[in-house]
Structure formats: C-alpha cells, structure tokens
C-alpha cells in the first residue's frame, strides 16, 4: 500500500476497517518529515515521543470502537496554534520555550475526531511576512526549486503539504497567509468566512483579520479538514452561531449555471503573464463546465494594502503588549530594573519585521493621529466591504489570481519591506472584508513554479467556493500538488 497516495477519507477508512494501522501511517509521515527537515526547514518542533503516544491511545480507542472523521490522520498545526504541552513559539525568540497548558478549540476539534496532532510548521515570526524569512528559526524552502520561498507567512505549513511531510495542516490566515503560499507552492489552502472557525487558541496578530484555515491536497480532503475544525465557540466573542454544514458530504461537481465574476481590477500590470495565461485557460476550463462569466469591478481595491498595513499592525501593537518577560516566553537577564527588563525583553525577542510593525501600529494609535490614520482606514474598510457586497449581488464566486507572481527567490524582497507588502495585493481584502475564500493549483509557470487561483465566496458560502474547486479539479483531471508525487 502506497501510503503516502491516501486521501484523508481513504487513511481513516483503511484504519476503521483495521487493514492498515494508526501507527503505519503516522510512522510513514514522522520519517518524511525528519528525511526531509534539513531540505524543506518546514517545521519548528516534531515532538515524537507525543506524537507516538496519541498514536498508542487511539489504537486503544479503535478497540473499543471509536468512530471519527479523521481517524488516524496526522495533521501538521501552524506554531501559532497553542497545542497542550508541545511547544508553540510563534517563530520568536520571544516564546521560545512556551508551552501551552491547553489546546486552541480547532486542535480539540480535530482530537476529537481522532486525527494525530502532528508536528508544529514554521512561519513568519508571529505571522507577519509573505515568504517565511522573518523566522526565528531560519527560512522554509519551496520544494519545487530550493532557492526559492514558499510564500508565508504559513510557509511551512504549505510546505508540508508540498513536500509530503504531512497529508494536510492547518495555517492562519490575516492578509493572505493561507492562500498565497499555498498558492506559491502549489497546494489547495483556504480562508473561511470571518468568524466561521474558533480563534480560540489562536497567538493574535490582528485580530480583526484573523482567520484559521486548513492547507490540503484536494477539494475533498479540505472540506473535511474544514468541516471538523469550523462551528460556534462560547470562548471565541466572534465566534458566529449558525449552522455548521457537512461540507465533504455537500460537494457537487455540477456547477452549470454558475455566475463567476472576474474583476478588472485583478488583472493590472505587474502580475506575470503566465499566471494571466494560466488563468485565463482555468475561465475558459469553467465555460465549458457551463458556468457563466462576468467582467465585475471591485473599485476600492487599490486602497486594500494601506487600510491593512493601518489596521493589522494598530491591532499587532496592542495584542503584541503582553510580551514583556513577566509572565511567559524569553525574559533578558542583566537588567537594573523593571523598565529596562521590559525594553530589553523586546528587544532581544522581538524581530525586526515584529519591531517594525508595532511602530506602525502604535503611531497611528497615538492621539491626534488616530482620526487621520486608524479612523479612516477603518471607513475605507468599509467600502471594500460594500464592494464585495454589491459583487455577490450579481455573481456567485470571484476568481482571479492569488498571488501577482510566482514564488521569489529567498532574498530577493527581504529588504524591501513594500515589495515583500505588495505580494499580497490580490488576498488582503478578503480578509478586510471578512469573506471566505481559498486558493487551488492552476498550472506551472515556464520555470516550472506553480501558479494559484483564488476563488472568492459571499459571508458563509465555502460550499460554493469549494463545489468550484471540485468541478475544476475533475476537469483537469486531479492536482499536481508536490514534485514528488509520482517517485
Ligand atoms: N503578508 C501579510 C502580512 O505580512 C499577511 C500575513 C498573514 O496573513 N498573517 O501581514
């Protein structure tokens, strides 16, 4: 048996049926996953011996006939997920040695319907970055040319997936970093509607925006991994309560009549033509499947990277405060007194991308500022919004490119803080607005990097966005997702 060629719904299947066990499929991904470590830097602690011991409880829970969702299936958690007694660092010094004394409610979620909390991925230091570089624990590499970055800032998490370290995780997702690097590596990866999954558990970085998604292989195994993780939570006040649909049940590869609408306003120079070609060829794919396509406009969408460089880093600034060395994570040693334990404690923990984006935030913050700057970015916020509002009034979905190129070299925009910005011009208004939306493989570019298609939803319609992806992923007949699949 092939393990690594088994669908999420296939491994717990062959495991209730008692033809393969728990422990071949996780002992499969633990020796991938350490093979290939030095190579992809995808993860930032693989806790074996608590990986092996949830492997020995559930093969003691399946004799007494336990029954679940992902039973068995070892998934791979952003470090910014708290995951009860494995180390969560963020990727910052800062919380090097923190340990979680409980689990964020997506990881109880999944638990619950016996997957394997497999290891924590790397990413940008406190999710701030769009190529994975700004981590304590050095940069991940894109698995379809090792020179190059795998977007982020769920880097290592895409990776995973990419590299066939792990069979699916999960990222989060603030402006795009789900998406774009799922994209930039050529896996599925999505963002849910603003409130559909718990951010309980969640390291907040902009908590407005925030949003945790699973990265996947197909269409399918993402609506499972969704379907399990998403649902009302009284710990999480955002949380919304409404009912939580059986989305892997729910997929339909009929989509004729569907309104697709493709804005004008993703199509701008400075996106590669390849993905322009690519794109184009995926619109033609839907024709034929018998949707209809409209040219839209989403007018306010050249606003979207200022609003949010306003309010991600203005809510950054104040969730970021309670780092101070008093009650967990790195504290500096040698100081005088409290105040300088403080400024020192920052100083040494935080990175210069985290440092920089609490200036930002605390500037616009600060009174006499806060009008100009917050207060108006929170009013051109809205418009996005209205835009994607009146959109879904005449189309179903939204597609266009997630990312504006293919993945860079490792280096290239590190010192360019407003290059490495601008790499999430197509994503960051989703999350502006709150809509769901995911990104799905769609074809290579002519050096042989994959290329990603965003399909964006109305509030609470993934199973449209999902049935999209499901109709285009038999049509082209599957999804080359990593290099290597067939080996
Ligand atoms: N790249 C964007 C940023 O650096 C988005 C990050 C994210 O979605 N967490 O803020």
Known sequence: MDIKKLTLEEIRNLIESRVIKVRDVTEFYLKRAKELQEKTNAFITLDEENILNQVENLEKELERGFKGKLTGVPIAIKDNICTKNIRTTCASKILYNFI????ATVVERLK??????????????FAMGSSNETSYFGPVKNPWDWDRIPGGSSGGSAVAISAIQAPASLGSDTGGSIRQPASLCGVIGMKPTYGRVSRYGLIAFGSSLDQIGPFARTTKDCALVLEVISGYDPKDSTSINRENPEYSKGLSKDIRGLKIGVPKEYFIDGVEEDIVVNIQKAIDTFKNLGAEIYEISLPHTKYGIA????IATAEASSNLARYDGVKYGYRAQNVKDLKQMYIKTKKEGFGEEVKRRIMLGTFSLASGYYDAYYKKASKVRTLIKQDFMSAFEKVDVILCPTSPTTAFKIGEKSNDPIQMYLSD??????????????????????????????????????????NTSYAYESAVGGFKFSPFQEE
Do not use: H, W
Request: net charge negative; aromatic share 12%; charged share 20%.
């Open 112 to 125: 619950k319907e016996g997957a394997i909390i497999f290891g924590k991925t790397n990413m940008d230091e």
């Open 425 to 466: 011009i197509f994503t960051i208004n989703v999350n502006l607005a709150g809509v769901p939306a995911m990104s799905i493989p769609c074809g290579f570019d002519r050096k042989g990097l994959p290329i990603g298609m965003q399909i964006m939803g109305n509030y609470f319609e993934e199973q449209k966005i999902l």
């Open 100 to 103: 979680p004394p409980y689990d």
């Open 307 to 310: 609003v949010y460089y306003l």
